[in-house]
């Protein structure tokens, strides 16, 4: 049963970075998602200090807020103060990581996260967390129940805002045209990956969450063309991802979501390995019905 | 206040370990940082930064124990095999840039983790030191380690200086360096192994999570100060050594605080300082400068407007009223007013009762502003091809930024002229 709450728990962290993490890729922004795992670190420590654990809701929008605010911060040193767009991104997430460790480090006693915590979470405690009603009955973990109502909410939105979100990556200029606010979508979508990340935090990490961002929806991009196939191909190699990386980690008795990064690795790999095998495959195809017809006319 | 003393007497053979330590190795990967910064590289530093990890603890689990010297060749293959892997996949495939340094810094990161809690579980005696990998922890640097971390910093600071002329090169116009004859992928590749061995050294005493900062915010920062490489190199190494004291002086004072993120806070504000008040590049100034420029602005215009009420009857030394000035006009009153009375304290205009009117040097530049604006309009029309009636509105940018000298220039190139395209005046000074 434990194993299963883990799978669970690391399926829907995979499933629901994954399907946003499809538009990062596609809108070549990795690496703003890469920035804003980490800086919602210090947003995390702040609003544990200030609610004192009680309230998840407090600390779900108090540090996704910061999440959005790097987003902003990143554009504006872009926009406005002319920082070339590479170091943007790497001075403002340092920075707020840096912020986020010093805290840890300063209310060790008050905050109920360690360091290895923001390293690679602690996905193997998510079945202590259970939820169990007043009359004593046990729900299963409460995370898996945040993780589950998270992912709720992005299948909805990709599906409600399928044209908006698709149009915005692919073509912003005709979005723009047709009336949908680039500005608009880019901050919604930054702000559901704030939001996933704070609530990924406790089961994988602040550091290993890219991992789930920008892992599947890679593998998947790199095997086909359309979006709604890569966003079903996200879903079904992040649950592989969960349920293998769980295997592994279980048998060497090591770190869950580590291992969850390895096996994207593995499996990033193979289909690297696969299609670079195809299209040099084709390109020997062309050539070899390209010299007959050349002969031909000579 | 007795333990800064303390610690800035260097009495102790231990703080002026730590010290030097620190403030040469944050140096040195800042300058090796210009570099990439300049070339637009600072993810892979990020990249690089997290894939060490693998390096460390394959090292540790080889040797059974805390090996610096191993434990830098480790990290040192890891993070170089990650830059290839990386360069591979983005030439290879439709993967971006981007999305490659994501999954090859995450999985090298994992599989650190997964040797990190490996060690961990199988209980190594001396496993506790490998912790300061990770955040760092400058009095970590101890002895013969800070020899080690110092001579390798020595080689880059000595590499660089070596190699400077050939990275300035291909760090602005690599298609010009490779026409000269340089070994441009060659010297790729020693970059991303300075970029490398930069992070090696800073492992102890910054951590693999954030050595990256000291890599790319000093010299992101110096970039701010200067355009002249040489001198972007020294404050940059400059920075990064003042945040390297700093970090060391704060894990002193307070041992329990890891190092890394102390220096990266430092080395933060210098560049978030750097950022708005640098001179020339820093947002605070160019707002000032643009508010300067839109003030001049405001008060050429308002003289151009005495000129041009002044025009038909040949007659400038007319007195006019607010509104009868402001009709010409669309800026607000208030804008309007305040630069009426700027140009009032320049003695360019005066003002009789309610209205005003032009002085003798008021009407001499006034003449020069719309002198260089038909100057202007007649290059557009006779070099540029532009047709007669839209010429006017860049006409109206460009009268406010043209110096003497250019006067000079344009008069000479059209020939004297007397006539603009729409065959008013040139008024001559």
């Known amino acids: 049963m434990i194993s299963f709450w883990i799978i669970l728990t690391g399926a829907l962290v995979a499933v629901s970075a994954g399907l946003l993490g499809c538009f990062l890729v596609l809108r070549r922004m990795s690496m703003v998602g890469d920035a804003i795992s980490h800086a919602v670190l210090p947003g995390i420590v702040i609003a544990f200090l200030i609610s004192g654990n009680r309230e998840p809701l407090t600390i779900l929008i108090g540090a996704s807020t910061l999440g959005l605010v790097t987003t902003f911060i990143i554009e504006y040193l872009h926009k406005k103060a002319k920082v070339q767009g590479d170091a943007a991104i790497g001075v403002t997430y340092t920075f707020l990581f840096a912020v986020g460790v010093i805290l840890l480090s300063l209310f060790a006693g008050q905050v109920d996260i360690d360091q290895d915590c923001v390293l690679y979470g602690e996905i193997a405690y998510v079945p202590i967390d259970t939820l169990i009603t007043a009359s004593g009955m046990n729900l299963g973990p409460r995370p898996v129940y945040l993780l589950g109502g998270l992912l709720i909410v992005i299948v909805s939105f990709i599906i409600f805002f399928y044209k908006q979100l698709s149009l915005t990556a692919f073509d912003p200029g005709f979005a723009t045209a047709i009336g949908i606010s680039t500005v608009l979508w880019h901050y919604l979508l930054m702000g559901l990956v704030s939001i996933t990340t704070v609530v990924s935090f406790q089961s994988v990490g602040a550091i290993l969450i890219i991992n789930f961002l920008i892992g599947p929806p890679s593998i998947a991009y790199l095997i086909t063309r359309s979006l709604k196939r890569m966003l079903i191909y996200t879903v079904i190699i992040g649950i592989l991802i969960a349920f293998f990386g769980y295997q592994i980690a279980a048998y060497f008795d090591v770190s869950v979501a580590g291992c969850m990064a390895v096996t994207t690795g593995i499996i990033f790999a193979a289909c690297f390995v696969y299609t670079s095998y195809n299209s040099k495959m084709k390109k020997k195809d062309i050539v070899m019905t390209q010299i007959p017809q050349s002969a031909e006319t000579v | 206040m007795q333990a800064v003393i303390d610690f800035f007497s260097f009495s102790d053979p231990n703080i002026r370990y730590v010290v030097l330590g620190s403030m040469l190795l944050a140096a040195s990967s800042a300058i090796v940082g210009v570099f990439i910064v300049l070339k637009k590289k600072a993810l892979i530093g990020d990249a690089v930064s997290h894939s060490v990890l693998p390096g460390i603890c ?310 020069r502003i719309v002198r260089l604006h038909r100057l202007w309009e007649l290059y557009l029309t006779k070099y540029m091809q532009m047709p007669a009636h839209k010429v006017h509105e860049n006409a109206e940018m460009i009268e406010h930024v043209l110096t003497p000298e250019l006067e000079k220039e344009l008069e000479i190139q059209l020939g004297f002229p007397d006539r603009d395209p729409h065959e008013s005046v040139i008024p001559r000074i």
């Open chain 2, 58 to 367: 394959a090292a540790f689990l080889f040797a059974g124990n805390k090996n610096i010297p191993l434990m830098i060749i480790g990290a040192f293959i890891s993070g170089w095999l990650a830059i290839v892997i990386i360069d591979f996949i983005t030439r290879n495939s439709k993967i971006k840039k981007d999305a490659a340094i994501s999954i090859i810094l995450t999985v090298f990161f994992g599989l650190g983790v997964v040797m990190l809690t490996h060690i961990q579980h199988s209980g190594y005696a001396s496993q506790s030191g490998l912790e300061s990998f990770i955040f760092g922890n400058a009095a970590a640097l101890i002895g013969n380690d800070v020899i080690v971390f110092s001579i390798i910093a020595i080689i880059l600071v000595i590499t660089v200086i070596t190699f400077f002329k050939e990275f300035e090169l291909t760090a602005f116009d690599e298609p010009y360096a490779k026409t000269l004859g340089l070994p441009v992928s060659r010297l790729e590749l020693l970059l991303t192994t300075l970029t490398v061995l930069a992070v090696v050294t800073g492992i102890t005493a910054v951590g693999v999570v954030l050595m990256a900062a000291m890599l790319i915010t000093p010299a992101a920062a110096a970039r701010f100060w200067s355009d002249n490489i040489r001198k972007i190199v020294i404050i940059s190494a400059c920075f990064g050594a003042f945040s390297g004291l700093a970090g060391a002086f704060i894990s002193y004072m307070a041992p329990a605080m890891p190092t890394g993120p102390w220096m990266v806070v430092a080395s933060s504000f210098i560049a978030f300082f750097s950022f708005f008040f640098a001179p020339k590049r820093g947002s605070v100034f160019l707002w000032w400068n643009k508010r300067q420029h839109l003030k001049t602005t405001d008060e050429e215009n308002i003289l151009k407007i005495f000129y041009q009420l002044g025009e038909p009857s040949g007659y400038f030394e007319g007195e006019y009223s607010v509104s009868k000035l402001m009709e010409k006009r669309t800026v607000g009153q208030d804008r309007f007013k305040s630069a009426l009375n700027r140009l009032k304290g320049q003695n360019l205009i005066e003002r009789v009762g309610e209205d005003w009117l032009l002085t003798k040097k008021g009407m001499k530049e006034s003449a």
